[in-house]
């Protein structure tokens, strides 16, 4: 779907960005910087529309995929664009020629500048529900000059040894990703943390409303050996209430998180009779 639909949309909408009358004559520098910001901007549009119509999309990780596939549908369609006009004017031998070279500098085109600008949203967006108020975002703003700017500079007239311009912007942009794969990854254990510090409050609220609600009948009420028991059930839920707090307090400042069942074990939770005293 976002390579097959993503990548037609998207080339799409630059062919209609084309149609205006604006430079985008590569053989000059400011036609290059026109012709990377024509086509980074409908497939930064598209990403994002994705991002936003699916809601499972939560990290800069899903973001760069999002981007990748976008990125790699319009390289495709563009490059059937050129097979077709090289084979149609160059014959056989030119349309292999435009195979081989596009699809050897592939990964360092459309598909790493649609990923930067997909990582970018999510960053913006970071752990809250996405909203358009994102796409209005510096931080994605400014992610998404890096493409464009990368793509101009990949058609621009520059004179250099063959290929030297193409391979060292593939490099940078390499360099952006893999900054980005690592900050997902952070992001990702961040979430991870998070789940588990709300599952921690969670049980704490649960066996705080137990315990709150296990009140003890008044001495009148009850004979002294109905008493005792129901004293004994009361202070065993005070000992998990505290044991489950305590563990609570600890996971948040812990780096590593501790894992629950080892503090429960430590505790001893399982051994009532240690855990009266607690009452």
């Not at 994605?140 to 000059?145: D, G, S, T, Y």
């Not at 952006?176 to 991870?192: P, R, S, T, W």
């Not at 009361?234 to 998990?240: N, P």
């Amino acid at each position: 779907q976002y390579f097959i639909w993503g990548g037609a949309l998207s080339l799409i909408f630059a062919i209609l960005l084309f149609s205006l009358d604006l430079n985008t004559d590569i053989s000059t520098y400011t036609g290059a910087m026109m012709v990377g910001l024509i086509e980074e901007i409908p497939k930064a549009a598209i990403v994002a529309l994705f991002i936003f119509k699916n809601k499972k999309n939560k990290y800069i990780l899903n973001g760069l995929l999002v981007g990748a596939a976008v990125g790699a549908g319009f390289a495709a369609f563009e490059t059937a664009g050129y097979i077709y006009r090289y084979g149609a004017s160059g014959g056989v031998a030119s349309m292999l020629n435009t195979v081989v070279v596009r699809g050897f500098l592939a990964p360092g085109g459309h598909v790493a500048w649609a990923a930067i600008e997909g990582a970018g949203l999510m960053l913006a967006k970071g752990f809250d529900s996405i909203s358009k108020k994102h796409l209005n975002d510096k931080r994605f703003l400014l992610v998404c000059l890096i493409p464009i700017i990368l793509h101009g500079i990949w058609d621009m007239p520059i004179n250099a040894p063959m290929y030297l311009i193409p391979i060292t912007l593939t490099v940078l942009a390499w360099i952006v990703i893999v900054y980005f794969i690592n900050l997902g990854l952070k992001q990702v254990d961040e979430a991870k943390r998070l789940e588990q510090q709300g599952s921690a409050v969670l049980i704490v609220a649960q066996h705080s409303e137990k315990c709150n609600t296990n009140r003890l009948p008044a001495a009148s009420e009850v004979t002294p050996k109905r008493q005792t028991k129901n004293r004994d059930k009361s202070c065993s839920s005070g000992a998990d209430f505290f044991a489950v707090k305590s563990f609570a307090a600890l996971t948040m400042k812990s780096d590593p998180p501790i894992p629950a069942g080892d503090f429960l074990h430590q505790k001893g939770v399982s051994d009532r009779k240690k855990d009266l005293a607690l009452c």
